[in-house]
């Protein structure tokens, strides 16, 4: 059995548990309550009303029971990617595509950067792109990045760039860079998204 420090994660439970148990409990307990109510004050009219009431109650009170699984026990996980072998495996990455209209070449070509960019020594991985639907247009989109990724790759390593595909990162507002406030990394940001807008890689973002 392996010792706890080669796992590369661990997990912790969360803080807390004791108080949302104590709240749950009670919250439980109040529904309860309010369904034994419904069902021992059945009112002489308007019973329509009271049974699409009770019925929108009662559905709310098992939505909720439901959702109680996935929190009465939270834990916390922790990665320690600094206890990773010397010599990571070779990893082959399959993208599978069909149809370019439910899957836009747009999408399939942020998928091929983001993987690309992957913290992972690049003599190991290798990427597959499978269209069963023999799309032109994702052909097209596939090149596209393939040259792209020139410019994008060496900025995601040198700035450690979070979310790693194009689109998500240029438009998301939670993108996460530990220079994004330096000058350095404003001129580089600028000149990737203009390299990528003369060089008509503007449909990635």
């Given at each position: ?100 209209d439910r899957e836009p070449p ?21 990427f597959y792109l499978s269209d ?6 994702t052909f097209h989109a596939a ?63």
């Open positions: 059995m392996a010792s706890p420090t080669s796992h590369l994660f661990t997990t912790h439970q969360a803080p807390g548990r004791a108080l949302f148990k104590l709240y749950s409990s009670l919250f439980t307990a109040g529904m309860f309550s309010l369904l034994y109510y419904r069902l021992t004050h059945i009112p002489a009219d308007h019973r329509l009303l009271w049974l699409l009431l009770s019925l929108a109650e009662l559905w709310f009170a098992v939505m909720w029971l439901f959702q109680q699984s996935f929190r009465w026990n939270p834990t916390d996980h922790v990665t320690h990617p600094e206890r990773l072998p010397p010599n990571l495996p070779p990893v082959d990455v399959m993208v599978c595509t069909a149809d370019p747009a999408l399939v070509a942020n998928t091929l950067l983001s993987l690309m960019a992957y913290d992972y020594d690049v003599s190991k991985l290798a069963d639907g023999g799309s032109e247009l090149y596209q990045a393939s040259i792209f990724a020139r410019h994008w790759l060496p900025f995601c390593r040198k700035y450690n760039v979070e979310p790693r595909a194009p689109q998500a990162f240029f438009f998301s507002s939670e993108n996460s860079v530990a220079d994004a406030g330096s000058r350095t990394f404003r001129q580089d940001y600028n000149l990737v998204k203009v390299t990528a807008i003369s060089k008509s890689f503007y449909f990635l973002f």
